[in-house]
């Protein structure tokens, strides 16, 4: 079966919005490349590009969360106008609060988390404007 993996664009902290990430979900980044890596006379990068980030990824579970910064030369990206969700399926309530508890911190709250139907779940936007829902089936 195909394996699905979110990926992310920033506007130039994708290394502090991973780092975040990584202090909620633990665990070690499985890949991290710099446009500095991949500059060449036939590819050049800016001076202000070059400790950018254009690609790294964070195992979590079986996937991992990926993600890049968007170079200037492409605009800017509107984390308000997202509108599509990274959905986490906790496997315990404790690990769905922690997650939630974690991700949410200095975000904006859309649905507390609370028992809905037969799903806890909670929705917010973290202080990246990154939408998550974070849930997990009782």
Known sequence: ???????IN???NAAEAFAFYQSVFGGSFSK???????????FPIPES???KIM???????????MGNDVPEFM???NELEHRSKIVVQAESR????????????EG??????????????GMFRDRFGIEWIIEVVL
Do not use: C, W
């Not at 991290?32 to 036939?42: G, H, K």
């Not at 690609?55 to 969360?65: Q, V, W």
């Open 32 to 42: 991290i490349v710099y446009f500095r890596e991949i500059a060449s006379a036939t």
């Open 1 to 7: 079966m195909a394996q699905i993996n979110p990926h």
């Open 94 to 105: 404790e690990e769905a609060i922690q997650l939630y508890t974690g991700l949410s911190q």
């Open 10 to 12: 920033f506007n130039g």
């Open 55 to 65: 690609h790294i990824a964070l195992p979590i579970g079986s996937t991992a969360l």
């Open 75 to 77: 605009g800017k990206v």
């Open 49 to 51: 590009e070059l400790d």
């Open 108 to 121: 904006t709250i859309e649905v507390p988390m609370d028992i809905h139907g037969e799903v806890v779940f």
